[in-house]
């Protein structure tokens, strides 16, 4: 998927700078980043230690939604959403070992 963004981002580099040679044109230039892709999964499909982790962390809170995301080194992270008693969500990112990550 990066590579898409970027050979798309060089093609449209290249495009404009044959288009406008000769002319004084200020271009904007704006860069996509895909940084997570998260795949929903249902909450009783998370890891036990992610799912004692947020017993023991978030014991006032409640799941929402959890998903996950596969990366190419074979790793998992999980995104989850929390809500409080007042109704407070929040997204912690854990480890396939129940560790938050930052």
Do not use: C, R, W
């Not at 004692?52 to 190419?72: L, M």
């Amino acid at each position: 998927m990066k590579k898409l963004f970027v050979a798309v981002a060089l093609l449209m580099g290249l495009g404009a700078s044959t288009a406008f040679a000769g002319h004084s044109v200020v271009t904007e230039t704006t860069t996509v980043t895909v940084i997570n892709e998260f795949t929903p999964i249902e909450v009783k499909d998370l890891p036990a230690a992610v799912q004692e982790a947020i017993t023991k962390n978030y014991a006032e809170s409640t799941i929402k939604e959890a998903a996950v995301e596969n990366k190419e080194d074979g790793t998992k992270t999980y995104k989850v959403v929390l809500t409080d008693k007042e109704g407070t969500e929040s997204t912690v990112l854990f480890s396939e070992s129940g560790e938050v990550l930052k």
